[in-house]
T-cell receptor
Framework: DVKVTQSSRYLVKRTGEKVFLECVQD?????MFWYRQDPGLGLRLIYF???????EKGDIPEGYSVSREKKERFSLILESASTNQTSMYLC??????????FGSGTRLTVV | KQEVTQIPAALSVPEGENLVLNCSFT??????LQWFRQDPGKGLTSLLL?????REQTSGRLNASLDKSSGRSTLYIAASQPGDSATYLC?????????????FGKGTSLLVTP
């Protein structure tokens, strides 16, 4: 089975901090995604990547950046955390043939 | 822009009932459609994947159908159990200006009562 591992289940950070959310997949997938999930708004795409060092903006990239230095790792960076970035963050990897696998999520609270 | 809608937003049924969850999408040029399950506070678990050339997929008590021309998919759950209580999400994979993307509906929250 494909495994997508997110480094933290829960994080509490202060406003203005730089925050790194890490995601690692073990199936050599080219496509990786970062979503955030909020009540009433559903899942919204932040960034995605097709390959190492490649990245594409999703629907809500403002305030975020990403890094993909190795194929198996896709990092989401909050340059200066704000309270409106309190959310559940979900990472996924996969392809069109076998679909996408999600990690267990990181619940981030910015205080 | 691809819009994905799920109806109903919430559903409560007694144990043992068969039920249908609906998903519709506005752009029929999709590559595939995937149904997920999400338990509270957890990540998404994939249930079924239907490629655009397929009409349905089955896994145990679950059956998903796809009618690409009308922009609709249904997830059928047979003989529901309390353990089926969760939020069910459908997602369509399609090509956008930024490349391939996965668009989600907002989900149907299912409660199966004993």
């Amino acid at each position: 089975d494909v495994k997508v591992t997110q480094s933290s289940r829960y994080l509490v950070k202060r406003t203005g901090e730089k925050v790194f959310l890490e995601c690692v997949q073990d199936m050599d997938h080219e496509n990786m995604f970062w979503y955030r999930q909020d009540p009433g708004l559903g899942l919204r795409l932040i960034y995605f990547s097709y390959d190492v060092k490649m990245k594409e903006k999703g629907d809500i990239p403002e305030g975020y950046s990403v890094s993909r230095e190795k194929k198996e790792r896709f990092s989401l960076i909050l340059e200066s955390a704000s309270t409106n970035q309190t959310s559940m963050y979900l990472c996924a990897s996969g392809d069109g043939l076998y679909g996408y696998t999600f990690g267990s999520g990181t619940r981030l609270t910015v205080v | 822009k691809q819009e994905v809608t799920q109806i109903p937003a919430a559903l409560s049924v007694p144990e043992g009932e068969n039920l249908v969850l609906n998903c519709s999408f506005t752009d029929s040029a999709i590559y595939n459609l995937q149904w997920f399950r999400q338990d509270p506070g957890k990540g998404l678990t994939s249930l079924l994947l239907i490629q655009s050339s397929q009409r349905e997929q089955t896994s145990g008590r679950l059956n998903a159908s796809l009618d690409k021309s009308s922009g609709r998919s249904t997830l059928y759950i047979a003989a529901s159990q309390p353990g089926d209580s969760a939020t069910y999400l459908c997602a369509v994979r399609h090509y956008s200006n930024s490349g391939y993307a996965l668009n989600f509906g907002k989900g149907t929250s299912l409660l199966v009562t004993p």
